[in-house]
């Protein structure tokens, strides 16, 4: 196996790619504020490229953000805004406060954040290592979009993708078992960068165009993977990028052992350690 090291960006995970990229792009065309209503990870990436493109961002989020997330936010001067009981009553007033100048910074559906999540994998390539097989946690499937963008650009169209979720928040298994987008009633999940209802129309129609296999993990699963790659690796990572990493240390992924298999570690900047415990004493009570 080979790990894609996606953790160790200053904002934490690989969303500085995408975001990072969006941005400069919306800051050439002359906006001149950006807004996110995502709490997690890809709210950072937008306050880190405000910070550095000198633009200011507004992130919106939900009352059940974590005060850890808002001091991450605003350790990148970032204005926060708390605003309603869930993602859906922040992001609508994040896009009530739009006007001509302003950039609304997607947290997944967006082509710009597909093409600069795509350079993980010429990376990957270009240190020539060719996978058969790349493991990857979806939330609304911008990552997968990304992925999708660089293998095609490599030439690599037999590559096999392992698309991970969450059981409490498979909207991209569920998907493609349905055959249609399936939006979730709700999300059950502590993996909460996975917690899209809906993936992208694109991720869903790309899951039909590649080999792409739907696995869905236990949070427990996720939440032990994590603390044990913190372990192995020296590396902390949240519940999200767990999920791929629990496919990857279950015994039946061995089988592939002969195979070059490619793990994202997407990362995450708002989990600490106490935490992690934490959750995995409350879900091993709960499974009691
Ligand atoms: C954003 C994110 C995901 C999911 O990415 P999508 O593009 O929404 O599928 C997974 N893990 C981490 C750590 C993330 O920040």
Wanted: charged fraction near 20%; glycine fraction near 8%.
């Amino acid at each position: 196996m080979v790990l894609k090291l996606e953790a160790l960006q200053p904002p934490g995970s690989f969303k500085i790619r995408g975001i990072g990229a969006a941005c400069e792009q919306y800051a050439r065309e002359g906006k001149k504020r950006f807004i996110s209503s995502s709490g997690g990870n890809a709210g950072i990436a937008a306050a880190y490229a405000g910070k550095h493109l000198d633009v200011p961002v507004t992130v919106v989020v939900p009352e059940t953000t974590s005060s850890r997330a808002i001091e991450v936010l605003e350790l990148y001067d970032a204005e926060v805004v708390v605003h309603g009981p869930s993602w859906a009553e922040a992001d609508e007033h994040a896009r009530s406060l739009l006007d001509s100048t302003t950039a609304y910074i997607h947290p997944f559906d967006d082509p710009l954040l597909w093409s600069g999540y795509a350079t993980m994998i010429d990376e990957v390539a270009q240190s020539g290592i060719r996978p058969d097989n790349i493991v990857l946690s979806v939330g609304g499937g911008g990552l997968l979009c990304g992925v999708f963008e660089g293998v095609q650009r490599n030439g690599w169209t037999d590559v096999n993708i392992t698309a991970v979720e969450t059981i409490g928040a498979s909207s991209l298994e569920q998907s493609v078992r349905a055959g249609k987008q399936v939006e979730l009633a709700a999300i059950d999940s502590i993996a909460s960068s996975l917690g899209a209802k809906k993936v992208s129309e694109e991720a869903f129609l790309g899951a039909q165009r590649h080999n792409v296999d739907c696995i869905a993990v236990t949070d427990l699963e996720a939440v032990k993977a994590c603390r044990r790659f913190l372990t192995d690796h020296r590396v902390l990572v949240e519940p999200a990028c767990g999920a791929a990493l629990a496919w990857a240390y279950k015994d039946d992924s061995m089988r592939l052992r002969n195979q070059t298999t490619l793990i994202i570690v997407c990362g995450g900047a708002t989990t600490t350690p106490s935490q992690l415990l934490r959750w995995e004493q409350s879900l091993e009570e709960a499974e009691r």
